[in-house]
């Protein structure tokens, strides 16, 4: 899918896609027997331009004062070098950001100056590194335990058999609320894989949320699907599908800092 290079023209595709999108997740809510309502979208901006992620928000804003009854976009950045030059020239539109690529210790200050939730906190180590950053906020961080439930080696996350326990714990630390579960799908052409992994996901956050353990019961959301394979993640649950491609069409190179070339 190529973008446009003419700017209006961009942001007439991105709107396009993005009612595209939404008409698609809503197809596979209806087809699982759950509201549309139940999957938040998360645009995955990964080397997009601001003007680029700007055009999405306001189309997601415009669809929403006609009357769509969605809840607003999230934006997801995997590199903190692209949240921190993007989220600044994004700040009058209010966005919710989350970081949804591996944190290093090093770059926790600069990604919580603007990240409102951490997808994929793997060990404990992030985690305590978090909380002592957050402990003392007003408002709880929002974190999700990464698991790798396709056991690739390409995959960050904990393992399945590690993640209930590693769960437990950080919903105990102070400053963090543990709001649930992530994953990055099997790099499968099987649907069938590609589900199971997912229903195992759905298996681990039961289990953590049954456990009964301090800080675990709102810990019921489920980050997981992607342009390819949100309807085998809607089916088992997802509450937030993550979403790049199908509405930004196909991603520029990016440069030296991160950031994708303005067009």
């Known amino acids: 899918m190529e973008r446009p290079d003419d700017p209006e023209d961009r ?24 509201p549309a309502s139940a999957v938040r979208v998360l645009l995955a901006s990964k080397t997009m331009d601001a003007a680029t992620v700007r055009a999405a928000l306001a189309a997601d804003a415009a669809a929403r004062a006609a009357g769509s009854g969605t809840a607003p976009v ?15 020239l994004l ?25 409102h939730a951490v ?34 080696a390409s995959k960050h ?17 102070p400053g963090l609320r543990l709001a649930g579960f992530m994953t990055v799908g099997a790099n499968s052409p099987d649907p069938a894989v590609v589900r199971a992994g997912y229903a195992l996901l759905r298996a681990v956050r039961d289990d953590v949320v049954a456990s009964g353990a301090p800080g675990t019961g709102d810990a019921q959301g489920l980050s997981m699907g992607m342009s390819r394979d949100l309807e085998e993640a809607v089916a088992e649950g997802a509450t937030v599908v993550r979403v790049g491609t199908a509405v930004f069409g196909d991603r520029p190179p990016a440069t030296a800092t991160g950031s994708a070339p303005a067009r």
């Open 119 to 152: 997808e994929s906190v793997a060990d404990d180590a992030l985690a305590q590194r978090l909380s002592d950053r957050v402990r003392e906020r007003a408002v709880p961080l929002d974190v999700w335990v990464q698991v790798n439930v396709s056991g690739e």
């Open 74 to 88: 999230l934006l997801g950045e995997n590199r903190v070098q692209e949240l921190v030059a993007k989220a600044p």
């Open 157 to 173: 996350g904990a393992r399945p058999e590690d993640a209930r326990a590693l769960a437990v714990r950080v919903a105990a630390l």
């Open 91 to 115: 700040t009058d539109l209010s966005p919710t950001w989350h970081v949804i690529g591996p944190l290093q210790s090093n770059k926790v200050n600069a990604a919580l100056r603007w990240a």
């Open 11 to 34: 942001a007439r595709h991105v709107a396009e896609r993005l009612a595209e999108l939404r008409a698609r997740v809503a197809r596979a809510a209806a087809a699982a027997g759950r």
